[in-house]
């Protein structure tokens, strides 16, 4: 087997958008080892493995970024072969900048910031559905839809850079988290009535009205 390692810094909106679950996807589909991160400059991506592995990798990443990623570059670098075996890993994210000012593009700070998205027709689906665990569940969100701008403090886009920091997700949001054939696999906002954020509708006269 021909294996081979490579780097690829990917640049532009590529944070909050499901970018490191597709690249997990696509990785653990071919057998590669190697990882994906968030940096202040973008995504950066190790993986190896059978060399053709790799080169479908690269070009399935390219032709079927998430809908909602914007790449302005990718930047393809040989690295050393180390042998590591699978599975591939979303790595702890690189050190952060404060990026509460347009795109983020002041010292090394690169990342376009995401808008907020709004809800797809899944989580529409869910919203709607009395058997539902998140019927009626104002802040319904997974990967492709949800707040992003709205939320994050600093980037790299991390939960614990976000106001949803405060919001320690309950077992069944983090068995979605974690879970890579689920759509809130990684999706930093997962939340549901009974650990995220509640709202409340409040009258004149500061009472809860009965309906």
Not at 86 to 104: H, L, M, Q, T, Y
Request: aromatic share 8%; glycine share 8%; hydrophobic share 35%.
């Amino acid at each position: 087997m021909n294996t081979k390692r490579i780097r690829i810094q990917v640049t532009g909106r590529v944070q909050g958008v499901g970018f490191r679950p597709t690249v997990y996807r696509h990785a653990a589909a071919m057998g590669l080892s190697g990882f994906v991160r968030n940096t202040p400059s973008g995504v950066v991506i190790e993986a190896e493995g059978d060399a053709p592995a790799v080169d479908r990798f690269v070009a399935q990443l390219q032709a079927e970024p998430p809908r909602q990623a914007r790449i302005e570059a990718l930047q393809i670098s040989d690295m050393p072969v180390r042998g590591e075996p699978a599975p591939f890993e979303i790595k702890v994210s690189g050190r952060s900048g404060n990026c509460r000012s347009g795109d983020c593009r002041s010292g090394d700070l690169q990342v376009g910031m995401p808008p907020d998205l709004a809800t797809c027709p899944d989580c529409r689906a869910e919203l709607f559905d009395p058997k539902d665990r998140r019927f009626w569940y104002p802040f319904i969100n997974c990967t492709n839809c949800g707040p992003r701008f709205s939320i994050i403090r600093e980037l790299p886009y991390d939960r614990e850079r976000t106001s949803m920091a405060e919001f320690r997700m309950c077992p069944d949001c983090k068995q979605e988290f974690k879970n890579p054939a689920d759509r809130r696999f990684d999706a930093q906002p997962n939340a549901c009535a009974v650990c995220g954020p509640r709202v409340a509708l409040i009258g004149s006269g500061r009472q809860k009205p009965d309906a």
